[in-house]
């Protein structure tokens, strides 16, 4: 099933803050899921998000990390990486339903149900761009920047 337009949602957000999808449409939005706060890849991938941050708002474009990990778990993450965006907490899988980014994962030789790590890109009318799924880490970042400024 491909998503053509931002689904409606609302989920908590790090800063005692409500993110709602509806309220977003005046800006690019980056959409990124990732697996849990505090992993090598995950942090990786935070850092390289908030080195280009500014970028990404010259561009007009606002950025959010979504993740199942609680609130507390967030606020920690956000905290100890110094992010200046806001991270979504879906303890309940409801973006990520959405999104159908629950994957069957290999960790350690078992198999876990899981995150897989994507990104999504929507336009000021919330219609998607280009999404990237499946994602490693190096060189994402700017993959995701170099798209924005092509467009």
Same mark, same amino acid.
């Given at each position: /099933?491909? /998503? +053509?337009? *931002?689904?409606?949602? #609302?989920?908590?957000?790090?800063?005692?803050?409500?993110?709602?999808?509806?309220?977003?449409?005046?800006?690019?939005?980056?959409? %990124?899921? %990732?697996?849990?706060?505090?992993?090598?890849? $995950?942090?990786?991938?935070? /850092? +390289?998000?908030?080195?280009? %941050? @500014?970028?990404? +708002?010259?561009?007009? $474009?606002?950025?959010?990390?979504? #993740?199942?990990? #609680?609130?507390?778990?967030?606020?920690?993450?956000?905290?100890? *990486?110094?992010?200046?965006? &806001?991270?979504?907490?879906?303890?309940?899988?409801?973006?990520?339903?959405?999104? @159908?980014?629950?994957? /069957?994962?290999? *960790?350690?030789?078992?198999?876990?149900?899981?995150?897989?790590?994507?990104?999504?890109?929507?336009?000021?009318?919330?219609?998607?761009?280009?999404?990237?799924?499946?994602?490693?880490?190096?060189?994402?970042?700017?993959?995701?920047? &170099? %798209?924005?400024?092509?467009?």
């Amino acid at each position: /099933m491909l /998503m +053509q337009n *931002l689904p409606e949602f #609302s989920l908590p957000a790090t800063g005692g803050k409500i993110f709602q999808s509806d309220k977003l449409k005046r800006k690019r939005l980056i959409l %990124y899921f %990732y697996p849990k706060d505090n992993t090598p890849g $995950c942090t990786t991938e935070g /850092m +390289q998000f908030r080195d280009h %941050y @500014a970028e990404f +708002q010259q561009l007009d $474009c606002e950025v959010f990390g979504i #993740s199942r990990d #609680s609130l507390k778990a967030h606020e920690n993450f956000k905290a100890k *990486l110094g992010l200046p965006f &806001e991270l979504l907490s879906d303890s309940e899988e409801i973006a990520c339903q959405l999104f @159908a980014v629950i994957k /069957m994962k290999n *960790l350690y030789g078992k198999q876990v149900r899981g995150i897989e790590r994507s990104t999504f890109l929507f336009d000021k009318k919330g219609k998607l761009l280009k999404e990237w799924r499946g994602v490693k880490v190096p060189n994402h970042v700017p993959e995701v920047l &170099e %798209y924005l400024k092509s467009l």
